[in-house]
Protein backbone atom coordinates (compact mmCIF):
# COMPACT_ATOMS: atom_id res chain seq x y z
CA UNK A 1 0.00 0.00 0.00
CA UNK A 2 1.14 3.16 -0.85
CA UNK A 3 0.76 5.91 2.19
CA UNK A 4 0.57 9.66 1.66
CA UNK A 5 2.38 12.34 3.87
CA UNK A 6 -1.30 13.15 5.20
CA UNK A 7 -1.62 9.16 5.95
CA UNK A 8 1.62 9.32 7.58
CA UNK A 9 1.08 12.41 9.97
CA UNK A 10 -2.31 10.30 11.05
CA UNK A 11 -0.34 7.20 11.49
CA UNK A 12 1.88 9.19 13.71
CA UNK A 13 -0.91 11.15 15.78
CA UNK A 14 -1.98 7.94 16.75
CA UNK A 15 0.98 6.00 17.47
CA UNK A 16 0.35 3.48 14.62
CA UNK A 17 3.53 2.10 13.20
CA UNK A 18 2.91 1.51 9.35
CA UNK A 19 3.26 -2.45 10.16
CA UNK A 20 0.48 -2.48 12.28
CA UNK A 21 -1.17 -1.22 9.59
CA UNK A 22 0.01 -3.77 7.44
CA UNK A 23 -0.90 -6.45 9.50
CA UNK A 24 -4.19 -5.05 9.62
CA UNK A 25 -5.32 -4.88 6.10
CA UNK A 26 -3.82 -8.53 6.08
CA UNK A 27 -6.53 -9.65 8.98
CA UNK A 28 -9.61 -8.36 6.52
CA UNK A 29 -7.64 -10.20 3.35
CA UNK A 30 -7.11 -13.43 5.42
CA UNK A 31 -10.08 -13.14 7.94
CA UNK A 32 -9.77 -15.35 11.57
CA UNK A 33 -9.74 -18.82 12.01
CA UNK A 34 -12.31 -19.67 14.32
CA UNK A 35 -10.81 -21.40 18.21
CA UNK A 36 -11.18 -25.07 17.94
CA UNK A 37 -13.32 -26.05 20.97
CA UNK A 38 -13.17 -29.92 22.34
CA UNK A 39 -15.51 -29.61 25.03
CA UNK A 40 -17.64 -27.81 27.38
CA UNK A 41 -17.16 -26.43 30.89
CA UNK A 42 -19.01 -27.85 33.61
CA UNK A 43 -19.23 -28.39 37.08
CA UNK A 44 -18.08 -32.34 36.34
CA UNK A 45 -14.60 -30.67 34.08
CA UNK A 46 -13.69 -27.24 33.91
CA UNK A 47 -16.13 -25.27 36.29
CA UNK A 48 -15.51 -24.60 40.34
CA UNK A 49 -18.90 -25.52 42.21
CA UNK A 50 -17.98 -24.08 45.80
CA UNK A 51 -19.95 -25.51 48.92
CA UNK A 52 -20.89 -23.62 51.91
CA UNK A 53 -17.59 -24.64 53.30
CA UNK A 54 -15.56 -23.89 50.87
CA UNK A 55 -17.05 -20.12 49.99
CA UNK A 56 -16.38 -19.74 53.57
CA UNK A 57 -12.85 -20.33 53.67
CA UNK A 58 -12.29 -18.93 50.39
CA UNK A 59 -13.71 -15.11 51.83
CA UNK A 60 -11.25 -15.75 55.30
CA UNK A 61 -8.13 -15.89 52.76
CA UNK A 62 -9.59 -12.72 51.21
CA UNK A 63 -10.27 -11.03 54.66
CA UNK A 64 -6.43 -12.00 55.16
CA UNK A 65 -5.27 -10.76 51.92
CA UNK A 66 -7.15 -7.28 52.59
CA UNK A 67 -5.65 -7.06 56.46
CA UNK A 68 -2.06 -6.92 54.44
CA UNK A 69 -2.54 -3.97 52.40
CA UNK A 70 -2.37 -4.46 49.17
CA UNK A 71 -3.48 -2.52 46.50
CA UNK A 72 -6.81 -3.77 45.29
CA UNK A 73 -8.93 -2.43 42.16
CA UNK A 74 -12.00 -2.51 40.67
CA UNK A 75 -11.85 -2.03 36.51
CA UNK A 76 -15.24 -1.18 35.26
CA UNK A 77 -15.65 -0.71 31.40
CA UNK A 78 -17.82 2.56 31.30
CA UNK A 79 -17.77 3.20 27.71
CA UNK A 80 -20.70 2.51 26.66
CA UNK A 81 -23.76 4.78 25.96
CA UNK A 82 -27.18 4.94 27.31
CA UNK A 83 -28.54 5.45 23.89
CA UNK A 84 -28.41 1.99 23.68
CA UNK A 85 -30.82 1.28 26.63
CA UNK A 86 -33.16 3.58 25.11
CA UNK A 87 -33.65 2.39 21.63
CA UNK A 88 -37.52 1.49 21.96
CA UNK A 89 -38.22 5.08 22.98
CA UNK A 90 -36.44 6.58 19.96
CA UNK A 91 -38.26 4.25 17.50
CA UNK A 92 -41.54 5.36 19.70
CA UNK A 93 -40.34 9.15 19.02
CA UNK A 94 -39.54 8.33 15.01
CA UNK A 95 -43.17 6.52 14.63
CA UNK A 96 -46.19 8.07 13.09
CA UNK A 97 -48.40 7.63 15.57
CA UNK A 98 -48.71 9.28 18.86
CA UNK A 99 -49.55 6.50 21.62
CA UNK A 100 -47.58 3.20 22.27
CA UNK A 101 -48.39 0.43 20.88
CA UNK A 102 -45.77 -2.39 21.36
CA UNK A 103 -45.36 -4.51 24.39
CA UNK A 104 -41.95 -2.13 25.16
CA UNK A 105 -43.46 1.13 25.26
CA UNK A 106 -46.25 0.34 26.87
CA UNK A 107 -44.96 -1.28 29.67
CA UNK A 108 -42.37 1.97 29.81
CA UNK A 109 -45.11 4.11 30.34
CA UNK A 110 -47.83 1.95 32.64
CA UNK A 111 -45.06 1.34 34.68
CA UNK A 112 -43.05 4.67 34.41
CA UNK A 113 -43.46 5.67 38.41
CA UNK A 114 -40.71 2.65 39.02
CA UNK A 115 -37.81 3.81 37.53
CA UNK A 116 -35.18 5.65 39.81
CA UNK A 117 -35.53 8.72 37.57
CA UNK A 118 -39.07 9.34 37.81
CA UNK A 119 -38.53 12.46 40.47
CA UNK A 120 -36.24 14.09 37.85
CA UNK A 121 -38.29 13.45 34.81
CA UNK A 122 -41.60 14.48 36.59
CA UNK A 123 -39.40 17.87 37.03
CA UNK A 124 -38.20 18.33 34.06
CA UNK A 125 -41.72 18.02 32.57
CA UNK A 126 -43.00 20.77 34.17
CA UNK A 127 -40.17 22.97 33.71
CA UNK A 128 -40.62 22.04 29.82
CA UNK A 129 -44.19 21.09 29.06
CA UNK A 130 -45.86 23.11 32.13
CA UNK A 131 -47.62 19.86 32.56
CA UNK A 132 -46.68 16.42 35.32
CA UNK A 133 -46.42 12.96 33.68
CA UNK A 134 -49.72 12.35 35.13
CA UNK A 135 -51.46 15.05 33.43
CA UNK A 136 -49.22 13.96 29.73
CA UNK A 137 -50.17 10.89 29.71
CA UNK A 138 -53.87 11.51 30.71
CA UNK A 139 -53.61 14.09 27.50
CA UNK A 140 -51.93 11.14 25.31
CA UNK A 141 -48.49 13.13 25.08
CA UNK A 142 -46.53 10.52 25.50
CA UNK A 143 -43.98 11.38 23.14
CA UNK A 144 -43.67 14.66 25.35
CA UNK A 145 -42.29 12.59 28.23
CA UNK A 146 -40.01 10.42 25.99
CA UNK A 147 -38.90 13.67 24.78
CA UNK A 148 -37.78 15.65 27.64
CA UNK A 149 -35.93 12.20 29.01
CA UNK A 150 -33.97 11.78 26.07
CA UNK A 151 -33.16 15.03 24.00
CA UNK A 152 -30.88 18.05 24.61
CA UNK A 153 -34.03 20.23 25.75
CA UNK A 154 -34.79 17.65 28.67
CA UNK A 155 -32.80 15.61 30.57
CA UNK A 156 -30.49 14.30 27.89
CA UNK A 157 -29.92 11.30 28.80
CA UNK A 158 -29.60 10.01 25.72
CA UNK A 159 -26.52 11.53 25.38
CA UNK A 160 -25.46 10.44 28.37
CA UNK A 161 -22.74 7.29 29.44
CA UNK A 162 -24.84 4.68 30.73
CA UNK A 163 -22.92 4.86 33.73
CA UNK A 164 -24.69 8.17 35.08
CA UNK A 165 -28.12 6.86 34.61
CA UNK A 166 -29.87 6.51 38.02
CA UNK A 167 -30.85 2.67 38.26
CA UNK A 168 -31.93 2.31 41.71
CA UNK A 169 -33.89 4.46 44.26
CA UNK A 170 -32.26 4.79 48.07
CA UNK A 171 -32.93 6.71 50.79
CA UNK A 172 -31.12 9.67 50.39
CA UNK A 173 -32.28 9.66 46.70
CA UNK A 174 -31.94 7.83 43.02
CA UNK A 175 -28.41 6.48 42.63
CA UNK A 176 -26.68 6.28 39.10
CA UNK A 177 -25.27 3.01 38.25
CA UNK A 178 -21.29 4.32 39.11
CA UNK A 179 -22.26 5.42 42.39
CA UNK A 180 -23.19 1.38 42.99
CA UNK A 181 -20.03 0.49 42.06
CA UNK A 182 -18.62 2.99 44.54
CA UNK A 183 -20.60 1.39 47.17
CA UNK A 184 -19.58 -2.05 45.89
CA UNK A 185 -16.01 -1.24 46.36
CA UNK A 186 -16.71 0.15 50.09
CA UNK A 187 -17.84 -3.30 50.42
CA UNK A 188 -15.38 -6.18 49.31
CA UNK A 189 -12.19 -4.31 48.03
CA UNK A 190 -10.90 -1.78 50.73
CA UNK A 191 -8.28 -2.92 52.25
CA UNK A 192 -7.19 -2.47 56.02
CA UNK A 193 -5.77 1.50 55.68
CA UNK A 194 -9.80 1.98 54.45
CA UNK A 195 -8.13 2.62 50.45
CA UNK A 196 -10.27 1.80 47.03
CA UNK A 197 -8.97 2.06 44.12
CA UNK A 198 -11.87 2.31 41.09
CA UNK A 199 -10.83 2.74 38.03
CA UNK A 200 -13.23 3.69 35.59
CA UNK A 201 -12.37 3.44 31.34
CA UNK A 202 -14.55 5.89 29.34
CA UNK A 203 -15.18 8.12 26.14
CA UNK A 204 -13.59 10.81 25.68
CA UNK A 205 -16.71 13.11 25.71
CA UNK A 206 -17.59 11.59 29.05
CA UNK A 207 -14.55 12.10 30.77
CA UNK A 208 -15.78 15.86 32.17
CA UNK A 209 -19.43 15.02 33.34
CA UNK A 210 -17.78 11.70 34.81
CA UNK A 211 -15.27 13.36 36.98
CA UNK A 212 -18.24 15.68 38.09
CA UNK A 213 -20.19 13.06 39.55
CA UNK A 214 -17.38 11.89 41.41
CA UNK A 215 -16.60 14.88 42.90
CA UNK A 216 -20.00 15.40 43.80
CA UNK A 217 -20.97 11.55 45.21
CA UNK A 218 -17.92 10.37 46.44
CA UNK A 219 -17.60 12.31 49.59
CA UNK A 220 -21.06 11.13 50.55
CA UNK A 221 -19.90 7.73 50.27
CA UNK A 222 -16.61 8.25 51.67
CA UNK A 223 -18.51 9.61 55.11
CA UNK A 224 -21.16 6.57 55.16
CA UNK A 225 -18.53 3.63 55.14
CA UNK A 226 -15.41 5.27 56.15
CA UNK A 227 -13.27 5.02 53.55
CA UNK A 228 -11.30 6.59 51.04
CA UNK A 229 -11.32 6.27 47.11
CA UNK A 230 -8.91 6.98 44.71
CA UNK A 231 -10.90 6.79 41.59
CA UNK A 232 -9.09 6.62 38.19
CA UNK A 233 -10.53 7.17 34.66
CA UNK A 234 -8.95 6.88 31.28
CA UNK A 235 -9.95 6.46 27.51
CA UNK A 236 -9.25 3.92 24.60
CA UNK A 237 -5.59 4.55 23.32
CA UNK A 238 -5.66 5.62 19.85
CA UNK A 239 -2.50 3.75 18.78
CA UNK A 240 -5.50 0.48 19.64
CA UNK A 241 -8.39 2.26 16.76
CA UNK A 242 -8.09 -0.09 13.91
CA UNK A 243 -8.12 0.27 9.96
CA UNK A 244 -11.33 0.36 8.29
CA UNK A 245 -11.04 -1.85 5.17
CA UNK A 246 -13.73 -1.57 1.93
CA UNK A 247 -15.17 -4.38 0.83
CA UNK A 248 -12.39 -5.39 -1.43
CA UNK A 249 -9.90 -5.29 1.59
CA UNK A 250 -8.10 -1.71 0.42
CA UNK A 251 -8.17 0.81 3.14
CA UNK A 252 -11.26 2.55 3.21
CA UNK A 253 -10.95 6.74 2.74
CA UNK A 254 -13.59 9.23 3.64
CA UNK A 255 -14.75 11.80 1.45
CA UNK A 256 -11.86 13.82 2.09
CA UNK A 257 -9.60 11.21 1.27
CA UNK A 258 -8.12 10.22 4.77
CA UNK A 259 -7.83 7.02 6.14
CA UNK A 260 -10.88 5.68 8.47
CA UNK A 261 -9.89 4.38 11.70
CA UNK A 262 -12.36 2.96 14.33
CA UNK A 263 -12.42 2.08 18.27
CA UNK A 264 -10.95 -1.46 18.89
CA UNK A 265 -13.43 -2.49 20.56
CA UNK A 266 -13.14 -3.46 24.38
CA UNK A 267 -10.49 -5.73 23.43
CA UNK A 268 -8.76 -2.47 23.39
CA UNK A 269 -8.87 -2.25 26.92
CA UNK A 270 -6.35 -4.71 27.75
CA UNK A 271 -3.95 -1.46 27.11
CA UNK A 272 -5.71 0.24 29.63
CA UNK A 273 -5.73 -3.00 31.68
CA UNK A 274 -1.62 -3.04 31.59
CA UNK A 275 -1.31 0.44 32.80
CA UNK A 276 -2.95 -0.39 35.98
CA UNK A 277 -0.59 -0.93 39.08
CA UNK A 278 -2.76 -3.30 41.29
CA UNK A 279 -2.41 -6.91 42.92
CA UNK A 280 -5.41 -7.56 42.18
CA UNK A 281 -8.06 -6.46 40.23
CA UNK A 282 -11.83 -7.24 40.07
CA UNK A 283 -13.62 -6.77 36.65
CA UNK A 284 -17.15 -5.60 36.31
CA UNK A 285 -19.18 -4.39 33.86
CA UNK A 286 -20.72 -1.05 34.22
CA UNK A 287 -24.30 -2.20 34.41
CA UNK A 288 -24.02 -5.28 36.44
CA UNK A 289 -24.85 -3.37 39.76
CA UNK A 290 -27.31 -4.29 42.21
CA UNK A 291 -29.31 -2.30 45.16
CA UNK A 292 -28.48 -2.34 48.63
CA UNK A 293 -31.03 -4.99 49.86
CA UNK A 294 -29.62 -7.57 47.23
CA UNK A 295 -26.10 -6.85 47.74
CA UNK A 296 -25.00 -9.41 50.15
CA UNK A 297 -24.77 -12.73 47.65
CA UNK A 298 -22.81 -10.00 45.63
CA UNK A 299 -20.21 -9.36 47.78
CA UNK A 300 -20.06 -12.68 49.80
CA UNK A 301 -19.61 -14.20 45.91
CA UNK A 302 -16.95 -11.39 45.32
CA UNK A 303 -14.90 -12.03 48.39
CA UNK A 304 -15.18 -16.01 47.64
CA UNK A 305 -13.63 -15.72 44.00
CA UNK A 306 -10.69 -13.05 44.99
CA UNK A 307 -10.53 -16.02 47.80
CA UNK A 308 -9.41 -18.41 45.82
CA UNK A 309 -7.78 -16.64 43.21
CA UNK A 310 -5.62 -15.64 46.07
CA UNK A 311 -5.16 -19.53 47.35
CA UNK A 312 -4.52 -20.26 43.34
CA UNK A 313 -1.92 -17.33 43.17
CA UNK A 314 0.22 -18.53 46.48
CA UNK A 315 0.43 -22.39 45.18
CA UNK A 316 1.58 -21.24 41.82
CA UNK A 317 4.54 -18.89 43.22
CA UNK A 318 5.21 -21.48 45.82
CA UNK A 319 5.69 -24.10 42.46
CA UNK A 320 7.77 -21.13 40.96
CA UNK A 321 10.19 -20.64 43.79
CA UNK A 322 10.64 -24.17 43.85
CA UNK A 323 11.54 -24.49 39.86
CA UNK A 324 14.23 -21.34 40.64
CA UNK A 325 15.65 -23.07 43.41
CA UNK A 326 16.81 -26.31 41.20
CA UNK A 327 16.08 -28.36 44.40
CA UNK A 328 12.13 -30.14 43.50
CA UNK A 329 11.85 -33.94 43.00
CA UNK A 330 10.27 -36.27 40.68
CA UNK A 331 7.39 -36.42 42.70
CA UNK A 332 6.87 -32.65 43.08
CA UNK A 333 7.37 -32.64 39.45
CA UNK A 334 4.36 -35.19 39.15
CA UNK A 335 2.23 -32.50 41.57
CA UNK A 336 3.19 -29.51 39.40
CA UNK A 337 1.62 -31.41 36.42
CA UNK A 338 -1.74 -32.60 38.56
CA UNK A 339 -1.55 -28.91 39.50
CA UNK A 340 -2.06 -27.93 35.89
CA UNK A 341 -4.24 -30.57 35.02
CA UNK A 342 -6.86 -30.51 37.78
CA UNK A 343 -6.69 -27.31 39.13
CA UNK A 344 -5.81 -24.80 35.86
CA UNK A 345 -7.35 -27.61 33.67
CA UNK A 346 -4.08 -27.35 30.80
CA UNK A 347 -3.73 -30.37 28.94
CA UNK A 348 -1.03 -31.30 26.91
CA UNK A 349 -1.07 -33.95 24.52
CA UNK A 350 2.64 -34.06 23.97
CA UNK A 351 3.94 -34.06 27.76
CA UNK A 352 4.77 -37.89 27.23
CA UNK A 353 7.46 -37.05 24.99
CA UNK A 354 9.02 -34.15 26.85
CA UNK A 355 12.55 -34.27 28.48
CA UNK A 356 13.14 -33.50 32.36
CA UNK A 357 14.57 -30.15 31.14
CA UNK A 358 11.50 -29.36 28.44
CA UNK A 359 9.39 -30.94 31.07
CA UNK A 360 10.30 -28.23 33.77
CA UNK A 361 10.55 -24.91 31.13
CA UNK A 362 6.76 -26.19 30.02
CA UNK A 363 5.59 -26.05 33.86
CA UNK A 364 7.17 -22.93 34.34
CA UNK A 365 6.10 -21.25 31.03
CA UNK A 366 2.17 -22.02 31.55
CA UNK A 367 2.84 -20.50 35.53
CA UNK A 368 4.33 -17.45 34.90
CA UNK A 369 1.46 -15.71 33.35
CA UNK A 370 -1.52 -13.66 34.55
CA UNK A 371 -4.50 -15.85 36.78
CA UNK A 372 -7.89 -14.86 36.62
CA UNK A 373 -11.20 -16.67 38.43
CA UNK A 374 -14.25 -16.24 36.33
CA UNK A 375 -17.85 -16.19 37.55
CA UNK A 376 -20.28 -18.16 35.65
CA UNK A 377 -23.73 -18.66 35.75
CA UNK A 378 -26.40 -20.79 34.45
CA UNK A 379 -27.53 -19.57 30.98
CA UNK A 380 -30.44 -17.77 31.48
CA UNK A 381 -31.26 -17.02 27.57
CA UNK A 382 -28.79 -13.91 27.80
CA UNK A 383 -26.41 -12.88 24.88
CA UNK A 384 -22.42 -13.24 25.24
CA UNK A 385 -20.00 -15.94 25.48
CA UNK A 386 -19.87 -19.33 27.80
CA UNK A 387 -16.83 -21.54 28.83
CA UNK A 388 -15.02 -24.03 26.70
CA UNK A 389 -11.83 -26.41 26.68
CA UNK A 390 -10.72 -24.89 23.48
CA UNK A 391 -7.02 -25.62 21.56
CA UNK A 392 -4.32 -23.20 21.71
CA UNK A 393 -1.73 -22.30 19.17
CA UNK A 394 1.15 -24.27 21.03
CA UNK A 395 -1.21 -27.31 20.63
CA UNK A 396 -2.11 -27.28 24.51
CA UNK A 397 -6.25 -27.56 25.60
CA UNK A 398 -7.11 -24.63 28.36
CA UNK A 399 -9.82 -22.78 29.33
CA UNK A 400 -11.08 -19.94 27.65
CA UNK A 401 -14.54 -17.72 26.79
CA UNK A 402 -15.96 -17.35 23.28
CA UNK A 403 -18.74 -15.84 21.84
CA UNK A 404 -21.23 -17.22 19.55
CA UNK A 405 -19.05 -15.11 16.55
CA UNK A 406 -16.20 -16.93 17.13
CA UNK A 407 -17.71 -20.63 17.02
CA UNK A 408 -18.08 -22.38 13.43
CA UNK A 409 -21.43 -22.56 12.85
CA UNK A 410 -21.15 -24.32 9.87
CA UNK A 411 -19.15 -27.18 11.43
CA UNK A 412 -21.95 -29.44 13.48
CA UNK A 413 -20.11 -30.38 15.94
CA UNK A 414 -18.60 -27.38 16.76
CA UNK A 415 -22.31 -26.05 16.67
CA UNK A 416 -23.69 -28.52 18.86
CA UNK A 417 -20.84 -27.49 21.85
CA UNK A 418 -21.88 -24.15 21.85
CA UNK A 419 -25.97 -25.23 22.18
CA UNK A 420 -24.60 -27.49 24.81
CA UNK A 421 -23.20 -24.95 26.80
CA UNK A 422 -25.49 -24.55 30.03
CA UNK A 423 -23.20 -21.91 30.93
CA UNK A 424 -22.85 -18.10 30.42
CA UNK A 425 -20.25 -15.05 30.93
CA UNK A 426 -21.71 -12.40 33.29
CA UNK A 427 -17.94 -10.86 33.22
CA UNK A 428 -17.17 -11.60 36.98
CA UNK A 429 -13.62 -11.42 36.91
CA UNK A 430 -10.94 -11.24 39.37
CA UNK A 431 -7.35 -10.74 38.35
CA UNK A 432 -3.92 -11.25 39.52
CA UNK A 433 -1.16 -9.35 37.26
CA UNK A 434 1.83 -9.90 38.50
CA UNK A 435 4.63 -12.23 39.17
CA UNK A 436 6.14 -14.00 42.11
CA UNK A 437 8.75 -11.47 42.32
CA UNK A 438 6.00 -8.52 42.58
CA UNK A 439 6.62 -7.22 38.61
CA UNK A 440 3.61 -6.74 36.76
CA UNK A 441 2.76 -8.67 33.37
CA UNK A 442 3.32 -6.86 30.38
CA UNK A 443 -0.43 -8.01 29.35
CA UNK A 444 -0.06 -7.44 25.60
CA UNK A 445 2.18 -10.77 25.59
CA UNK A 446 -0.77 -13.02 26.22
CA UNK A 447 -3.03 -11.65 23.50
CA UNK A 448 -4.35 -14.20 20.95
CA UNK A 449 -4.09 -12.13 17.67
CA UNK A 450 -5.80 -14.84 15.93
CA UNK A 451 -8.82 -14.28 17.66
CA UNK A 452 -10.24 -10.63 16.78
CA UNK A 453 -13.43 -10.13 14.70
CA UNK A 454 -14.49 -8.53 11.26
CA UNK A 455 -17.81 -7.23 11.05
CA UNK A 456 -19.44 -4.75 8.46
CA UNK A 457 -20.20 -1.49 8.74
CA UNK A 458 -21.41 1.84 6.72
CA UNK A 459 -20.04 5.20 6.82
CA UNK A 460 -21.79 7.85 4.69
CA UNK A 461 -23.79 5.34 2.91
CA UNK A 462 -21.03 3.49 1.91
CA UNK A 463 -20.44 -0.26 2.48
CA UNK A 464 -16.99 -1.25 4.96
CA UNK A 465 -15.09 -3.87 7.32
CA UNK A 466 -14.29 -2.89 10.85
CA UNK A 467 -12.07 -4.73 12.82
CA UNK A 468 -12.51 -5.86 16.38
CA UNK A 469 -9.55 -6.63 18.54
CA UNK A 470 -9.53 -10.09 20.73
CA UNK A 471 -12.06 -9.30 23.12
CA UNK A 472 -10.98 -8.91 26.39
CA UNK A 473 -12.05 -11.21 28.66
CA UNK A 474 -11.95 -13.24 24.82
CA UNK A 475 -8.40 -13.27 23.16
CA UNK A 476 -6.90 -10.96 24.72
CA UNK A 477 -6.73 -13.10 28.05
CA UNK A 478 -6.51 -16.00 25.67
CA UNK A 479 -2.85 -17.05 27.16
CA UNK A 480 -3.77 -16.00 30.70
CA UNK A 481 -4.29 -18.94 33.67
CA UNK A 482 -7.96 -19.65 34.10
CA UNK A 483 -9.87 -20.68 36.89
CA UNK A 484 -14.33 -20.94 35.80
CA UNK A 485 -16.50 -20.75 39.27
CA UNK A 486 -20.40 -21.16 39.52
CA UNK A 487 -21.57 -18.40 40.83
CA UNK A 488 -25.45 -17.88 41.75
CA UNK A 489 -27.36 -16.22 38.86
CA UNK A 490 -28.79 -13.25 42.00
CA UNK A 491 -25.45 -12.19 41.79
CA UNK A 492 -25.97 -11.18 37.76
CA UNK A 493 -28.02 -8.04 36.96
CA UNK A 494 -27.34 -6.33 33.62
CA UNK A 495 -29.39 -3.50 32.13
CA UNK A 496 -29.49 -3.83 28.31
CA UNK A 497 -32.54 -2.03 27.75
CA UNK A 498 -34.64 0.73 30.06
CA UNK A 499 -37.22 -1.53 30.82
CA UNK A 500 -34.49 -4.13 32.36
CA UNK A 501 -35.08 -1.97 35.59
CA UNK A 502 -38.40 -3.06 36.08
CA UNK A 503 -37.19 -6.43 36.70
CA UNK A 504 -37.33 -7.47 40.41
CA UNK A 505 -33.05 -7.95 40.84
CA UNK A 506 -33.36 -3.58 40.67
CA UNK A 507 -36.31 -2.82 42.58
Not at 187 to 204: D, M, Q, W
Amino acid sequence: MILTMKDRHLLSEKEIPETQLEEQLACFANGFPYPKAVAIATVRKGIKNLSDEEREVCMKIWDAYLATNRTILKFVPASGAASRMFKDLYTFLDAPREEPATDTETQFFDRITHYAFYDALNRQCLATEGLDIPALIAAGRYKAIAACLLEESGLRYGALPKGLIPFHTCPEGARTAMEEHLVEGALYACNKSGEIHIHFTVRPEYRASIEQMVKEKAPFYERRYGVKYTVTLSVQSPHTDTIAATPDNEPFRDADGALLFRPGGHGALIDNLNRIDADVVFIKNIDNVAPDHLKAPVISCKKALAGMLVDIQQKIFGYLHLIESGEYTHNQIEEMIRFLQNELCIKNPEMKLLEDVELILYIKRKLMRPLRVCGMVRNAGEPGGGPFFVVNPDGTVSLQILESSQIDMTCPAQKALFEQSAYFNPVDLVCALKGPDGKKYHLPDFVDKNTGFISRKSKDGRELKALELPGLWNGAMSDWNTVFVEVPTETFHPVKTVNDLLRPQHR
